[in-house]
Antibody, heavy 117, light 107 residues
Framework: QVQLQESGPGLVKPSETLSLTCTVS????????WTWIRQPAGKTPEWLGR???????EHNPSLKSRVTMSVDMSKNQFSLNLKSVTAADTAVYYC???????????WGQGILVTVSS | DIQMTQSPSSLSASLGDRVTITCQAS??????LNWYQQKPGKAPKLLIY???NLETGVPSRFRGSGSGTDFTFTISSLQPEDIATYYC?????????FGQGTKLEIK
């Protein structure tokens, strides 16, 4: 059974870069998409983007060029970097396997990231 | 982006009631639709994929139907543990998008 766990700082200063890592256990990170989603308090989830195990990235255009993602197959991890953050980026960030059909069954527990000085 | 319009935004029902939530896509998404249940402080849990397929381990009182632009999610007999917020989500196009959610409460 695939399990995912987010890690990273819970507090980021405005204008800095938010960096999160997702560790995948119970299965290999190869040959699959891996996704980041965020959810501000009381709001609907927002798909941020996904990275294929080869490193190909598809991101939400709403984030413009602020988001990058990567995969570390040696550690069975994938990562999110969101630069130039503002208070509007405060949210619970989730990693997931993918949101395509049954792959939507695999989510991490989420990590609250607050953007504040 | 494909807009997903869910209704109602909140719903109050009695235990044992039949509950129905609708989701409308801004364009044809065939059956590329998931339904999730989210409880406070938890990640969304997949209930239905492909518009009408029940995820493994999900009780049979949950049902999804529809195709194209109009979809329905039904709980046949509301149980106390069903109190949560429910979201539809399309995966026909990128970016994958969610409905605004339906908060279900006990009357």
């Amino acid at each position: 059974q695939v399990q995912l766990q987010e890690s990273g700082p819970g507090l980021v200063k405005p204008s800095e870069t938010l960096s999160l890592t997702c560790t995948v256990s119970g299965g290999s990170i190869t040959a699959s998409f891996w996704t980041w989603i965020r959810q501000p308090a009381g709001k609907t989830p927002e798909w941020l983007g996904r990275v294929y195990s080869s490193g190909t990235i598809e991101h939400n255009p709403s984030l413009k060029s602020r988001v990058t993602m990567s995969v570390d197959m040696s550690k069975n991890q994938f990562s999110l970097n969101l630069k130039s953050v503002t208070a509007a980026d405060t949210a619970v960030y989730y990693c997931a396997k993918d949101l395509f059909a049954r792959s939507g069954a695999y989510w991490g527990q989420g990590i609250l990231v607050t953007v504040s000085s | 982006d494909i807009q997903m319009t869910q209704s109602p935004s909140s719903l109050s029902a009695s235990l044992g009631d039949r509950v129905t939530i609708t989701c409308q896509a801004s364009q044809d998404i065939s059956n590329y639709l998931n339904w999730y249940q989210q409880k406070p402080g938890k990640a969304p849990k997949l209930l239905i994929y492909g518009a009408s397929n029940l995820e493994t381990g999900v009780p049979s009182r949950f049902r999804g139907s529809g195709s194209g632009t109009d979809f329905t999610f039904t709980i046949s007999s509301l149980q106390p543990e069903d109190i949560a917020t429910y979201y539809c989500q399309q995966y026909h196009n990128l970016p994958h998008t969610f409905g605004q959610g339906t908060k279900l409460e006990i009357k």
